[in-house]
């Protein structure tokens, strides 16, 4: 099956924080899970670089506004590259390709009619790119809104209020988890539905409206269509053979932006609709909101990534929170959790399972398995029963399950053998046959865990001396002949102390 998955379009007014990797790790693990079922999955990221924040801020740096989101989006790129973000295409709004989209999807909505010119005048959150009809400070930024007034082009989003409840409502899938499915419907059944404002005249750094220049697309709306310019066109074989199966993962902060705006847009110009949007929370550090005026909040990923590893990282986050809830980041429980589950359960199960193994077959060992005894063959099934249980984490994009399922399946290898003792076992046909047995519920467990772990666990496969890209039809694959190699532990534990930043 072919699959298109996408992270947000991150805004380029700042350097990446912790906050867009942890989106970032969610789509990339779905991906990496995918792609060992055996699917064709594409996999987008990029930076939205337009808009009044930007302008503003690259005049703040004294900057060009250009050379200032170059650097911006070289900081995402480079970012994804060396935390193994297995990314196929990496989409930036001031591409040329991706303007001559935009324009497209803009003549599309005003064939039919949906675009009209008009007066907007307002509150307005310039870092949100967004007017607000209540209140006079952003709920997001906790800034105050400024007024604005000017001409506008607006987008009859109104007429769209229906029918996105009727697609919500009998689609229940659409919007995960049903948590962030209520608040879209509540959102569009407690109030009228008002129109869009799509362009703006307060700044000129964008994409200009069409037979119009002193106007520019409206940010969001530049920024959603890179979703399909990372796909080619709007006419493009990769549009047609992959959006079908688009699945846009997003924190909710842009809930709306996603499951409101964008669906009634992509109607208006004649496209289907992503198969689903994945909500997941937000995040905090230490307890506080991630703010550039608060230096505890702002840790740089790869200096994290430095101290714990890559994996490490993204083990931490995909295991630590459910779909949907927020996630507070805490130095003291990333130490603990990487520790806990990577040094001492992961970690020792191959260290003592390798040991044992080379004292007593160094050569490797042959068993058939028609001789195979039912504790053997029980242990075998537990391992199997637990992958059924996390192909049905992941079905729910519920990846912190399915990575308790990984490490919980490590902690029942470790419990087994423990119980078993083999180093007492003196038969050597009985020894033979557990070592046969562990080697392939070992082998089963790197599948499992390739998901969020893949540097460890490709390091661990070399230790089975099986074949290192791990694949799904492996499962329930048995191989008479087996052997182990000595490796370097799979992942150190850290120590308590670390610097700060």
């Known amino acids: 099956m072919k699959q298109y998955l996408t992270t947000p ?34 996999l987008t990221s990029g930076t939205d670089e337009h808009g009044q924040k930007i302008e503003r801020t690259a005049e703040q740096a004294e900057e060009s506004t250009l050379s200032f989101v170059d650097s911006r989006s070289d900081e995402f790129l480079n970012l994804w590259k060396n935390l193994d973000i297995d990314l196929d295409r990496f989409e930036r709004t001031t591409s040329p390709t991706h303007k001559e989209l935009v324009i497209g999807l803009w003549q599309q909505i005003g064939a039919r009619g949906d675009i009209y010119k008009g007066h907007y ?34 987008f009859r989003l109104s007429a769209y209020q229906q029918r996105l409840i009727d697609h919500i409502e009998s689609n229940p899938e659409f919007i995960v988890p049903g948590s962030r499915r209520n608040e879209v419907l509540s959102f569009l059944k407690n109030g009228e539905l008002h129109d869009l404002s799509i362009s703006r005249t307060s700044t000129s750094w964008g994409i200009g409206v069409p037979d119009d220049p002193g106007h520019v697309i409206y940010v969001w709306l530049d920024a959603l269509a890179a979703y399909l310019s990372a796909l080619g ?76 590893g890559r994996d490490g990282l993204k083990y931490y986050f995909l295991k630590s929170v459910s779909l949907g809830q927020d996630l507070d980041f805490k130095r003291s429980h990333l130490i603990d959790l990487l520790n806990a589950d990577l040094a001492n ?36 099934q537990s391992i199997r029963d637990n992958t059924n249980r996390f192909t049905a984490a992941f079905e729910k994009f519920d990846l912190s399950l399915a990575a308790r399922l990984f490490i919980e399946t490590a902690a029942l290898l470790n419990a087994d053998i423990q119980q078993r003792e083999p180093w007492k076992i003196a038969d050597r046909d009985e020894l033979a046959q557990y070592l046969w047995t562990l080697h392939h519920c070992l082998a089963e467990l790197t599948i499992l865990g390739a998901s969020f772990v893949p540097e460890l666990t490709a390091r661990a496969r070399v230790a089975l001396k099986i074949e290192a890209e791990p694949a799904w039809t492996e499962l329930g694959h048995r191989q008479q002949c087996v ?12 120590q308590s102390r670390w610097p700060r930043g």
């Open 9 to 42: 379009i991150y805004y380029a007014s700042g350097s990446p924080h912790l906050g867009h990797a942890y989106t970032t790790f969610v789509a990339d693990c779905y991906k990496r899970y995918c792609k060992l079922r055996g699917d064709d999955v594409l």
């Open 121 to 154: 005048e307002g509150l307005y959150c310039v870092g949100c790119e967004q007017y607000f009809t209540a209140g006079d400070r952003c709920p997001v930024h906790r800034k105050p809104l400024e007024k604005f007034s000017e001409e506008s082009y607006f």
């Open 233 to 308: 066109g709007l006419e493009g074989e990769k549009l047609k053979n992959y959006w079908p199966n688009s699945i846009h993962f997003i924190g909710k902060d842009i809930l709306i932006f996603h499951a409101v705006y964008w669906p009634a847009i992509l109607w208006s110009a004649g496209l289907a609709l992503p198969k689903q949007i994945v909500v997941n929370g937000w995040l905090t550090v230490e307890g506080q909101k991630i703010s550039k005026s608060d230096p505890e909040t702002i840790v740089d990923p790869l200096s994290l990534s430095d101290l714990v």
């Open 345 to 380: 359960n992961l970690g020792n199960l191959f260290s003592r399972y390798i040991k044992l193994f080379l004292k007593h077959f160094p050569r490797g060992l042959r068993y058939s398995t028609g001789n195979i005894t039912v504790v053997n063959k029980n242990l075998l």
């Open 483 to 494: 052997s182990v190699q000595s490796i370097e532990p799979l992942f150190p534990r850290i």
